[in-house]
């Protein structure tokens, strides 16, 4: 059989693993890639025996080679609709890096193209795939855990807003709701069994600013990091309440004047909880003893290597029909509504609720 050709758009920093991970599967082959800046697209194809005659600075050029079968897109959040609706109706499959776009309207048009192009269409909600959800994932579904009412999620970073793109809201749709808590939201969301959202009450804030003062601590900067441009907000927090009567509480920063760094994923059940991160660990009750479980495995926390490759392999399985697509566009829309309604309630000021 012959192997899958892939394209990838968007040679920026999350991009190599993606590449990596397709270069590891012996069902595909590493076919085109494209990036506005030139230099960047020739030198991805250059890493990854790209032939150089298929580095495109213009995607269109990229989707336009009919031998191709599918792409991942790593661009920019705002170019996630126009780029992902461009490959499904020039029949590729797509793999598109969260948050799945900006707004929820474009979501909607997102999964329009997927029903009328009959392709598929995964999510980059990649932490699905790491070991720690996965061995999860057996408990709840084996029923360990119970009926799950509450989830608690924090991601804070104290001084690690990227600039760039991340900082600019135009671009980049929000801040560390839309690039962070898009993760922690989804896996939350996703391992409480995907419950339909009732409403959001939420706060947002832009106290700090990005806080480009700040000397001799080093963190992650986008290659075109601008001290002076910062329009999103630098912490939030949100209840998020299900139909069927569970509850999310979260929040996430950028900066914050905390002690240190925090990520936090926890979920109760009616028969036991679980820590998801930073360590997976498993909470119970047996004849009149409560238990705290640590599984010995690898790695109890998300192991990004590990679960990227998992999450392109499931792609290309996806495309082979071996299996569904584990997170279809279906659960992009619904996390889009979660968090359009955080931004949105958070500027007015009210709970927002889904009819
Ligand atoms: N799953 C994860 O954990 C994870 C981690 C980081 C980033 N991401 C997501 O991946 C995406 C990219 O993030 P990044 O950190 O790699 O950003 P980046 O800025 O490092 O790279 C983005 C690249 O896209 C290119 N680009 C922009 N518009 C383009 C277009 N129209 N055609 C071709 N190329 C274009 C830029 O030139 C740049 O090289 C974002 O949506 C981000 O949210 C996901």
Redesign the pocket.
């Known amino acids: 059989m012959s192997k899958l050709k892939i394209g990838l758009?968007?040679?920026?920093?999350?991009?190599d693993l993606h590449l990596k991970a397709y270069r590891d599967n012996p069902e595909v082959e590493l076919y085109a890639v494209?990036?506005?800046?030139e230099a960047?697209a020739k030198a991805k194809a250059e890493a990854y025996g790209i032939a150089n005659t298929r580095a495109f600075t213009n995607?269109q050029d990229l989707l336009a080679l009919s031998e191709l079968d599918a792409v991942s897109i790593?661009?920019?959040?705002n170019?996630?609709a126009e780029?992902s609706i461009a490959a499904l109706e020039a029949g590729k499959h797509v793999l598109i890096?969260?948050?799945l776009c900006q707004t929820v309207e474009e979501a909607l048009r997102i999964e329009e193209a997927v029903r009328t192009s009959g392709r598929v269409l995964q999510v980059?909600f990649?932490r699905r795939h790491g070991s720690n959800t996965q061995i999860l994932k057996k408990f709840i579904d084996a029923g360990d855990l119970g009926d799950i009412y509450y989830a608690k999620a924090s991601c804070l970073r104290r001084f690690g807003n990227p600039g760039?793109?991340f900082a600019d809201k135009k671009r980049s749709g929000g801040g560390p709701v839309i690039?962070l808590g898009v993760?922690i939201i989804d896996i939350c969301w996703y391992l409480m069994g995907r419950p339909k959202v009732k409403s959001v009450s939420a706060n947002t804030y832009h106290r700090l600013g990005n806080r480009s003062n700040v000397q001799h601590l080093s963190f992650y900067k986008?290659?075109d990091y601008d001290a002076s441009l910062n329009t999103v907000e630098d912490l939030a927090n949100a209840l998020i309440r299900f139909e069927n009567g569970a509850s999310l509480m979260l929040d996430v920063s950028f900066t914050l004047h905390a002690k240190s760094d925090e990520l936090s994923v926890k979920l109760y059940g009616e028969k036991g909880g679980a820590e998801l991160e930073p360590e997976l660990l498993l909470v119970s009750e047996k004849y009149d003893t409560i238990l705290n479980m640590s599984p010995q495995i690898d790695s109890r926390s998300f192991d990004a290597g590990v679960a990227f490759s998992r999450e392109i392999n499931h792609f290309v399985d996806s495309i082979l029909g071996r299996t569904e697509p584990l997170s279809p566009v279906e659960d992009g829309v619904e996390i889009m509504k979660i968090l359009c309604a955080i931004y949105e309630s958070g500027e007015q000021g009210r709970e927002i609720i889904f009819s």
């Open positions: 758009i968007g040679a920026g920093s999350i991009s494209s990036d506005l800046n960047r995607y790593c661009t920019l959040n170019t996630h780029v890096e969260k948050p980059g990649v760039g793109w690039d993760h986008t290659a």
